[in-house]
């Protein structure tokens, strides 16, 4: 069966970084664009990044461009999200997904929290 295991969250002071990790696993992580997602407290879901299967290809929320990167290890089954420069505003649960492995579906993780205080 699909699982998403979601790591590397944390408490963090504005202006630092934490390295977000997303193990796949039951399904080709390769052949599949993936996403991260996350929720703010109180507040609806928030797109934040895609990539391509390949991994060639990026996409970011403006909110997170030029701070955030995501990357992803198609021979580890990892999908990954490099976050610099944290905001207090990015204070939320971090979701993975992917979409399309079953007709119509999309896969979550259990998220992992970030906090940025200071």
């Known amino acids: 069966q699909v699982q998403l295991v979601e790591s590397g969250g944390g408490l963090v002071q504005p202006g630092g970084s934490l390295r977000l990790s997303c193990a796949a696993s039951?399904?080709?992580?390769?052949?599949?664009?993936m996403s991260w997602v996350r929720q703010a407290p109180g507040k609806g879901l928030e797109w934040v990044s895609d990539?391509?299967?390949?991994?060639?290809?990026?996409y970011y929320a403006d909110s997170v461009k030029g701070r955030f990167t995501i990357s992803r290890d198609n021979a580890g089954n990892t999908l990954y999200l490099q976050m610099n420069s944290l905001k207090p505003e990015d204070t939320a649960v971090y979701y993975c997904?992917?979409?399309?492995?079953?007709?119509?579906?999309?896969?979550w993780g259990q998220g992992t929290q970030v906090t940025v205080s200071s």
């Open positions: 997904n992917v979409r399309g492995v079953l007709p119509h579906s999309v896969y």
């Open positions: 039951g399904f080709t992580f390769s052949d599949y664009a």
């Open positions: 990539i391509n299967a390949g991994g060639s290809i990026t």
